[in-house]
Every structure is written in C-alpha cells, then in structure tokens.
C-alpha cells in the first residue's frame, strides 16, 4: 500500500516563500514520477511540476517557472515544492502524486497515489 503524505503549507503574504515536503512509503519510490498538482475553490485541479528520476528532468507550468522548484531526496523517499515570490493566485490546495510509469504526467488521471493535500494561502 503506497501512502504520501504532504506538509508545509501555510499563511504567507505575497512575496514569500514555502517549502512543501511529501513523504513516501509502501511503494518504490526511485521508480516513480513525482508530481504536484494544486486546486482552487471552484477551479479543475491543475498541474504544477513533475520530476522524473529516471532521465533526472524537472517540468513546470508556465506560470510558476522561474518561481518553483521540484526536488527530490531519495535517501529519504521524500519530494519537494520550494515556492518563492508567491502571489494570491498561488493560493489552493496542493497536492503530491505519485506515478507508477516512465514518461512526464501532467493529467490528474495520469497519477495512482496522492496525497491528502496542503493548504496555502497568500495573501495580498
């Protein structure tokens, strides 16, 4: 049984910064693609970032390049989501999954696991 599970988020004014972790366990964590997602009242969930160990490459959505880094420590079986220069638009529920396959997802049903999610607020 694989469980995530995601820390960090909280109340930051905009400007900021926050780093979010998700742990992994029950699963093959060096197999997987690492992704987060994030979600806003009355909004589709959205891809954010994606990390793929086997080639090493990192992916982001547009709006947050140059702003957010995925990384990942696989001593630890953990991934991250550093978030700087936050804006109120940043402001959802993340979400960390895991994806048991090669190749870049970007699409909600793309991932098996997640997470429960974490709360970030920014405000303005």
């Known amino acids: 049984q694989v469980q995530l599970v995601e820390s960090g988020g909280r109340l930051v004014q905009a400007g900021g910064s926050l780093r979010l972790a998700c742990v992994v366990s029950g699963g093959s964590f060096t197999t997987y693609v690492m992704g987060w997602f994030r979600q806003a009242p009355g909004k589709e969930r959205e891809f954010v970032a994606a990390?793929?160990?086997?080639?090493?490459?990192?992916y982001y959505l547009d709006s947050v390049k140059g702003r957010f880094t995925i990384s990942r420590d696989n001593a630890k079986n953990t991934v991250y989501l550093q978030m700087n220069s936050l804006k109120p638009e940043d402001t959802a529920v993340y979400y960390c999954a895991a994806r048991n396959a090669y190749g870049l997802g970007q699409r909600t049903y793309e991932y098996q696991y997640w997470g429960q999610g974490t709360q970030v607020t920014v405000s303005s």
């Open positions: 990390s793929v160990w086997s080639d090493g490459n990192r």
